[in-house]
Antibody, heavy 120, light 107 residues
Framework: QLHLQESGPGLVKPSETLSLTCTVS??????????WGWIRQPPGKGLEWIGS???????YYNPSLKSRVTISVDTSKNQFSLKLSSVTAADTAVYYC????????????WGRGTLVTVSS | EIVLTQSPGTVSLSPGEGATLPCRAS???????LAWYQQKPGQAPRILIY???SRATGIPDRFSGSGSGTDFTLTISRLEPEDFAVYYC????????FGGGTKVEIK
């Protein structure tokens, strides 16, 4: 059973860089039928896709966040990571990592999510 | 960017009743690229429907999806207590986007 787990600081100061890692267990991140994505949800609000990466390193990002986002992959550790720079209070959210299934064209497996608060 | 509109934001229903949740896209999208998710408080979203009408593994048959073009619908035939949650539609174009969600609450 594939499992995704987010990890990283729960508190980030304004103007700094938010960094999170998603560890995939129970299966390989190198499957050709999957991208691996980050999605966030501000408290009490809806879902926003941040960006996704293929195991080869190919990425695509939400245009509204593209200038501040970097997603990378480490296949040796079965992990992928998110960096979001120049954060503000508006970036406070639960951050989810998820598997993007290219066969059924949907996010079919999700991590439990981690709350990141931007505050001084 | 394709905008998905889910209205109303909240529906109040009783267990055993049926629910019809609409999702309207700002431009036509392929049915293959429309999915529905369920989210309960404190939990991650869970895939219900993909390809507009195909149920994901383990999803009860009281959940069904339909629609094409710009108008899609999630139908729950008879609400069970565990179905009271927030439901999101999502399109998978060049830049995936989610609708704002519809909360199904107990009347």
């Amino acid at each position: 059973q594939l499992h995704l787990q987010e990890s990283g600081p729960g508190l980030v100061k304004p103007s700094e860089t938010l960094s999170l890692t998603c560890t995939v267990s129970g299966g390989s991140i190198t499957g050709t039928s999957y991208y691996w994505g980050w999605i966030r949800q501000p408290p009490g609000k809806g879902l926003e896709w941040i960006g996704s990466i293929f195991y080869s390193g190919s990425t695509y990002y939400n245009p509204s966040l593209k200038s501040r986002v970097t997603i990378s992959v480490d296949t040796s550790k079965n992990q992928f990571s998110l960096k979001l720079s120049s954060v503000t209070a508006a970036d406070t959210a639960v951050y989810y990592c998820a598997r993007q299934n290219l066969v059924i064209v949907a996010f079919d497996l999700w991590g439990r999510g981690t709350l990141v608060t931007v505050s001084s | 960017e394709i905008v998905l509109t889910q209205s109303p934001g909240t529906v109040s229903l009783s267990p055993g009743e049926g629910a019809t949740l609409p999702c309207r896209a700002s431009q036509s999208i392929s049915s293959s690229y429309l999915a529905w998710y369920q989210q309960k408080p404190g939990q991650a979203p869970r895939i219900l429907i993909y390809g507009a009408s195909s149920r994901a593994t383990g999803i009860p048959d009281r959940f069904s999806g339909s629609g094409s073009g710009t108008d899609f619908t999630l139908t729950i035939s008879r609400l069970e207590p565990e179905d009271f949650a927030v439901y999101y539609c999502q399109q998978y174009g060049s830049s995936p986007t989610f609708g704002g969600g519809t909360k199904v609450e107990i009347k």
